[in-house]
Every structure is written in C-alpha cells, then in structure tokens.
C-alpha cells in the first residue's frame, strides 16, 4: 500500500500494516547477516536505501534507523552465536522491534554517570535490573532493547565508573519493561520517542552482550 506520509504526521504514529509492509520488504534486516535472515548489506547499501526511506517519510527513517544502526548492533558486534540465532531472525523479519537505551535523565553523551543498577544473583544466574531511561527511539512498541547499566557487584573491583557498566539484551516478554508516554516533538512526529521504566527486571546472564564491565565498548 502507498504510504501517506501527511497521514502519519496527523496521526503521530506509524499504522501497524505500514511495519508489516516494511517487514515484507525486508526493511529491518538489511544489515543483518544472511545466515541469520537477513541481508548483509555493507554500510553504504545501507545508507542508500536508508536515504530512500527518508524521502518517503523521515519518521520511517527514524524507525529502521532506531531499530537497526542502534537497537540491534550491539548484537551483531558482540553477540555470541547462541544469542544471534536466538533474536536476529525475528529482528530481520521486524517481528521483534529493537531500541537502544542508554540515555538517562542524569546522563546522555557522559554514558559514566548513568544510574541504571543490575545486581547479580548466583542463586538465580541473573540480574536485577531498576532504572529510568529517556528519549528512547521505537521505545512504545520495540520488544528487544540493548540496555547498558551499572553492574553493582563490581563496584568493589574498580574506581573506573565506565568499567562498571555491562551492556544487556532486555526483552519485553520478561516483564517491568515499561514504556512512558510518547514525547511531543517538533517533526518527526509519527516516530516513538518514550522514556522506560526498569523495575525489577530479571535478565539471565545469558543475556548479557559482552563481558560485564565492558558495556562501555559495547
């Protein structure tokens, strides 16, 4: 179907049919690897089609690029196997939307001063994660976040406050995931830009991107 963008920024939303239609088209895997469902394309392929997008809607721009130059990268930089062919086949097809959230109320280029706390349970093998994060991209409606907190077992380890930051896949499916009300923006109107209650969230270890204390990298 046409996409009206004079429609999405009356309506400040993108209608569900839209990211299905985009999802069809094969619009949220364009950088992900083959074997996992996508495409593969190198950065300028990317780039070019991104543009494309863009000239239709810059809203839609906002929603590809939220999803996959942020929301999922972590993913394919730092992924392990199990992880990848875990979530990167629904992220391709756009049946699972990613966002990235490490900006905070207290804290946005300067990622040290975030307030995000995970606490590890060896009980359980998993982490407590409570916070708030602002301004996130696909934030309304994304079910895959990459999430960067403060590891607080390892504050007795190290004086360096980047080095205590462990970057995380959080899943919407694992509850206190949620979602604020949609900013008011000047253009870009039909995007979702939200902040993002953490309260309690349990995150197994297995979910985490990296080595914990290495998020920074991340």
Excluded at 95 to 123: K, V
Aim: proline fraction near 5%; include cysteine; aromatic fraction near 8%.
């Amino acid at each position: 179907d046409k996409i009206d963008p004079q429609k999405i920024d009356r309506e400040h939303r993108i209608a569900p049919e839209v990211v299905r239609g985009l999802g069809e088209l094969g619009a949220f895997g364009m950088i992900i690897p083959e074997e996992y469902g996508g495409y593969g394309f190198s950065s300028s392929a990317y780039c070019r089609v991104t543009e494309e997008i863009g000239r239709t809607d810059a809203s839609l721009g906002i929603l590809i690029g939220g999803h996959q130059s942020i929301g999922l990268k972590g993913l394919i930089l730092f992924g392990t196997p199990e992880q990848k062919k875990k979530w990167l086949p629904r992220l391709a097809t756009g049946e699972m939307i990613a966002a990235f959230a490490l900006t905070e109320p207290e804290a946005g280029s300067d990622a040290a001063s975030i307030r995000t706390t995970a606490e590890y349970d060896a009980a359980t093998d998993t982490f407590l994660l409570n916070g708030s994060k602002h301004w996130i991209s696909n934030g309304g409606f994304a079910e895959f976040f990459t999430v960067f907190a403060k590891d607080v077992r390892l504050g007795g380890e190290t004086k360096d406050e980047h080095r205590r930051i462990t970057a995380f896949v959080v899943t919407k499916d694992l509850g206190g995931v949620e979602p604020g009300p949609e900013e008011k923006k000047l253009g870009l109107k039909g995007s979702s830009t939200v902040p993002i209650e953490l309260k309690n969230v349990r995150v197994p270890a297995s979910y985490v991107l990296g080595e914990r204390g290495h998020g920074f990298k991340v």
